[in-house]
């Protein structure tokens, strides 16, 4: 009776939200206060597809259910992105029977990573993707190892790992495991032969702590580490992109299946990557993964063009306290040819809490702006002057860069001049400017 009453009152919570525009985390709550094991009482779909880490996790889910979906799959997804317990219990009621039984090939699930383990107490995915462990929102979730202890006791014995091979830290899950499945990158053009970056977070292993070593460096910390103490090292991977240029955008998976890329940055890689690993260990063909992938262009549109004034742009939203976000957009702005202008936003920390803690900007390798084509670097929002104070510390000149705390303002200033204008800032940010703006897509 009350798996009954839970389940009505949730899609009933769910329908009224919908109408008044409410988000989806309320419904789910009410569920867990009527029958806080509810999630167990359910049945659930023969497949159970999580996915977590720091960065990527949205896009991936996206492409992971238009894969499986072009494959005949029927797939149950959190699309609004509501990633903590609450918003997972209101997916899976929402797509109940009034008897509990999810009707789905596939259900799907962006997992929040600190809150995984409180989503999968009731049941467990049957595959699981962690696509990174980077540092992000500093204020909210410490450091990179403390999100993996979180993460850790999400993860059931019998559930199959999908892994990214060249993270060193989210690489050490597999300890102890037999069922992991690898994805990862070969060596490429585009490779470092060092750790770039304002930091280094793959300096050390994160297994005893002695200094590692890299053969390759992808980004970052992101490439083929070894440890010079114990044996942690970039493992052979099951499912690999054996060769990418980003300069002509295609990416060869497995040394046979082509994917013409929407989108030329690295980052969007490892998203096609981890989703390919993915719906490969749910049964389906490359072919088809290809397909589907190729000139991909996400609806979550972390890449936007638009016109301003006279000028063409493009809108790079990073997320703010997350360096390598904002480093890998950076990277695709200095490998660009043409001269440009750059904006760069930061006018509120975060959508979700308020902070005003700013040491995330000292983590971003601003240096990439030193490209002699990047001809103006424009600083604005409430938080142009930290900005200003971390560009001061940077290889560029100070003509080169300047300050407008006033958004409306700078998007006239620049509206005025020639060539592209690259934008670089977060999601809520990016509101602030695009009323300034005519969208191209
Ligand atoms: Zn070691």
Redesign the pocket.
């Known amino acids: 009776m009350r798996t009954f009453l839970a389940i009505l009152i949730c899609k009933l919570g769910r329908f009224v939200g919908k109408l008044m525009g409410k988000g989806s985390s309320m419904p789910g709550k009410v569920a867990l206060k009527i029958c806080p094991d509810i999630l167990s009482r359910v049945q659930l779909p023969p497949h159970i597809l999580a996915v977590t880490g720091s960065n990527g996790k949205t896009s991936t889910v996206e492409m992971i259910a238009a894969i499986l979906r072009a494959d005949g799959k029927t797939v149950v997804y959190n699309e609004e992105g509501s990633n903590q317990i609450e918003g997972v219990t209101t997916l899976i009621l929402t797509h109940a029977t009034l008897s509990g039984r999810v009707k789905a090939d596939v259900l799907l699930i962006e997992s929040d990573e600190r809150y995984a383990a409180r989503s999968f107490k009731f049941f467990h995915p049957t595959e699981f993707v962690i696509t990174n462990l980077y540092r992000d929102q500093l204020t909210r979730n410490g450091h990179p190892e403390s999100v993996y202890d979180a993460i850790l006791p999400a993860l059931h014995p019998d559930t199959e790992l999908i892994l990214n091979a060249d993270d060193p830290l989210s690489s050490c899950f597999a300890q102890g495991r037999k069922a992991v499945k690898w994805f990862g990158l070969d060596h490429c053009a585009s490779d470092l032969s060092a750790p770039g970056g304002a930091y280094h977070d793959g300096a050390y ?1 994160p ?4 200094p590692m070593v890299y053969d390759y460096v992808h980004y970052n910390h992101i490439g083929a580490y070894r ?1 010079t ?2 044996s ?1 090292q970039k493992p052979q991977t099951d499912y690999t992109a054996t060769a990418l240029d980003l300069e002509s955008g295609t990416l060869t998976l497995d040394g046979e299946t082509e994917i013409s890329l929407a989108f030329c940055s690295i980052y969007h890689v490892y998203n096609i990557l981890a989703a390919y690993a993915a719906c490969r260990e749910c049964g389906v063909s490359p072919q088809v993964i290809a397909q589907v992938v190729s000139h991909y262009i996400l609806k979550n549109g972390r890449m936007q063009t638009f016109t301003l004034g006279s000028r063409h742009g493009t809108l790079l939203t990073s997320k703010h306290e997350n360096s390598i976000a904002y480093d890998t957009n950076l990277r695709y702005i200095a490998s660009r040819k043409e001269d440009c202008a750059v904006l760069i936003i930061v006018d509120a920390v975060s959508r979700k809490y308020f902070t005003s803690e700013t040491s995330w900007l000292w983590d971003i390798d601003f240096d990439q702006l030193a490209a002699p084509q990047v001809k103006e670097v424009v600083l604005s929002g409430q938080y142009a002057n930290d900005l200003a104070e971390r560009f001061s510390f940077t290889a560029l000149p100070e003509g080169k860069w300047r300050v407008q705390p006033d958004i409306s303002k700078a998007a006239q200033e620049l509206s005025a001049g020639s060539g592209e204008l690259y934008v670089v800032t977060c999601f809520s940010d990016r509101d602030k400017l695009l009323s300034h703006v005519q969208k191209e897509a």
């Open positions: 292993c297994i005893c702590h002695a440890c103490q114990c942690h």
